[in-house]
Each structure stands twice: as C-alpha cells, then as structure tokens.
C-alpha cells in the first residue's frame, strides 16, 4: 500500500486544456514535493510546499497543499505538448529522512 | 553549478553477481539518498547518508549497502543480484533542507 495516492493514473488532454493532479494521504506531512519525470531520467523538482493551505504558482502551475498537510494538488492551466511527463508527489513525514512517493500520474497533452 | 552525477548510464548483470553504483551530489549538499524505480511505479527508498553514516534505511534486504565518502560523493552495493533488481537507480542529493531531494539522472540495472 502506497503512502501517497495520485489521481489519475493517466491523463491525456488536448493542448489548451486544464487539468488536476491530486496527491492524498492519511498520513500528515512536514513538506510535500513534486517532481515531473521524462522517461529514462531522474525526477526534475518542481515544487516544495511546507505550510498547510499554502499555494504556490509557477507559470501555468500551481500547487496547493492541504489545511491538514494530508494532501496536494497540483494544476495546469492552458496545457501544452511540453507538459507531457510523469508528475510525481512525495511527502516526508515529520521527523522523516526519506520522501515517499505516489505512483504518478502520467499526462499526455496531445498538439 | 553541476547538479548531481550518477555513473554509470547503464548496466547490464547475470544474476548473483554484485554491482557498484556511484553518486556525486549537487555542490553545497552533503546528505545522499539512493532510491529504486521499477518501471511504472515511484521511486522506493533504500536509505540515505549523512556525515558517512547510514542514517535512515528502507525496507530493503542486507544486500543492498552503501558507502559514503567524506567528500559527500556515495556508493551503493547490491550482492547476489536477483532479477527482481531490474530497476532505475536514483540518487538524490539534499542540503541544510533535507527534505528537498535533488535527482541524478539514475543508472538502469538490468539482471538477466
């Protein structure tokens, strides 16, 4: 059983569109991370959020962590073909070393 | 700035042989983790080194040991290679904000 669940599993959208990733957890979170990975590579971080209700934007992303610091979404807005990757979560439970990660929500932004 | 290093790019074992893989962490950062992705799934903690000790492990046999190095650079070892060992091998380099892990570009074991 996975510490994190992403949904969905997979997305494909077409270019323009909006889509949501969303990260959940029974378990609380002193700091929750997102990573894109391409296939092949290491995951690229995208974002940390460490305060609950906290929301982060980064161009056409934003990210927002959960009042509780149970959950995690994460948004695309006006979506394009460079957006096509493998969109990992990963918390670190507080006083944790190590991150645990959902098992990715693959998205397919089609031109 | 180089970010984190990871040699080799690929490796390719017959099972029961043991394999050695290298990590050299993002300047600045003296933590190292080392994760296992199969394919279609996250990444899986191993354990993470910190000041040349193993400071937190996974749920991973005695197998898999690593090493670090005092200049933060790290190695791990996996004994009697099993084919379930098939895998991306991640290291993740992390600094004073531990929890934010940077990623090499992994090395791809195969055990055939």
């Known amino acids: 059983t996975q510490l994190l669940e992403q949904s969905p599993q997979f997305l494909s959208i077409q270019e323009g569109e909006n889509l949501t990733v969303y990260c959940n957890s029974s378990?609380?979170?002193?700091?929750l991370q997102w990573y894109r990975q391409e296939p092949g590579e290491g995951p690229v971080l995208l974002v940390t959020?460490?305060?609950?209700?906290e929301v982060k934007k980064l161009k056409r992303l934003t990210f927002q962590f959960g009042d509780a610091r149970k959950d995690s979404s994460l948004h695309i807005t006006a979506a394009q073909p460079g957006d096509t990757g493998l969109y990992l979560c990963?918390?670190?439970?507080?006083?944790?070393?190590?991150?645990?990660f959902g098992a990715g929500t693959t998205v397919t932004v089609r031109a | 700035d180089a970010g984190v290093t990871q040699s080799p790019t690929h490796l390719i074992k017959t099972r029961g042989q043991q394999v050695t893989l290298r990590c050299s962490p993002k300047?600045?950062?003296?933590?190292v983790s080392w994760y296992q992705q199969a394919l279609g799934q996250g990444p899986q903690f191993i354990f993470q080194?910190?000041?040349?000790?193993?400071?937190q492990r996974g749920n991973f046999p005695d197998r898999f040991s690593g090493h670090q190095f005092p200049n933060y650079s790290s190695e791990l070892n996996v004994n009697a290679l099993l084919l379930g060992d098939s895998a991306l091998y991640l290291c993740?380099?992390?600094?004073?904000?531990?929890?934010?892990?940077?990623f090499g570009p992994g090395t791809r074991l195969t055990v055939l």
């Open positions: 993740a380099s992390s600094g004073l904000a531990y929890n934010e892990q940077f």
């Open positions: 378990s609380v979170f002193s700091s």
């Open positions: 959020v460490v305060t609950g209700g």
């Open positions: 990963a918390g670190a439970e507080i006083n944790d070393y190590k991150l645990s």
């Open positions: 300047s600045g950062h003296d933590t």
């Open positions: 080194y910190y000041e040349e000790e193993e400071r």
